[in-house]
């Protein structure tokens, strides 16, 4: 007998229209070809328009920009809350006032200042008390003055010492250039 022929073959037949299924894929070939032709002539007809350029993004700063007054320069004051009490158990970083599991607020034994884990470097939360690094600094050198920020006036708040050995809130430093 020999082998059977594609054509020849009843798998290959659609029943309901009793054509070959090749044949059937020939025709859909053939329609998808000419609507891809009519489109592409239609592109040629009628080109779309060029796509406008993307703007630049911006990049946020964090620093207040000076304003002019009467030829005089200005600069605007920016530093921690002066009343802390109004957002107690906010990031005194961030002051997002959210604990996240992830990224829990914790509070000074001494102080009662309340910062985010990550917003102060925190790496593993301790199991007893926590203290923030201004009050460690007191304890062990009691003769010594406070920890004062060296960038602002406002004292106390999330404190964190610098590498030329003074202190810097937390907050302040997100606003320094460098």
Same mark, same amino acid.
């Given at each position: 007998e020999g082998p059977i022929k594609l054509e020849d073959d009843p798998d290959f037949r659609i029943p309901a229209l009793g054509r070959y299924y090749v044949l059937e894929w020939e025709d859909e070939d053939a329609q998808e070809a000419e609507r891809r032709r009519l489109y592409e002539e239609e592109l040629r007809r009628n080109p /779309?328009?060029?796509?406008?350029?993307?703007? !630049? /993004?911006?990049?946020?700063?964090?620093?207040? !920009?000076?304003?002019?007054?009467?030829?005089?320069?200005?600069?605007?004051v920016v530093s921690p809350m002066e009343n802390p009490d109004e957002k107690a158990e906010c990031c005194h970083v961030c002051w997002d006032g959210e604990s996240y599991e992830d990224n829990p607020i914790l509070f000074c034994e001494t102080c009662d200042i309340a910062v985010h884990k990550g917003c102060y470097g925190i790496v593993r939360i301790p199991t007893g008390d926590w203290n923030c690094k201004a009050c460690v600094f007191k304890k062990k050198n009691p003769s010594k003055r406070a920890p004062q920020c060296c960038l602002c006036p406002t004292p106390g708040g999330a404190l964190k010492p610098t590498g030329n050995g003074k202190w810097c809130h937390l907050f302040c430093s997100q606003w320094m250039p460098e």
């Open positions: /779309p328009p060029p796509p406008p350029p993307e703007p !630049k /993004p911006k990049k946020k700063s964090h620093k207040k !920009k000076a304003t002019r007054r009467d030829d005089k320069l200005q600069v605007q």
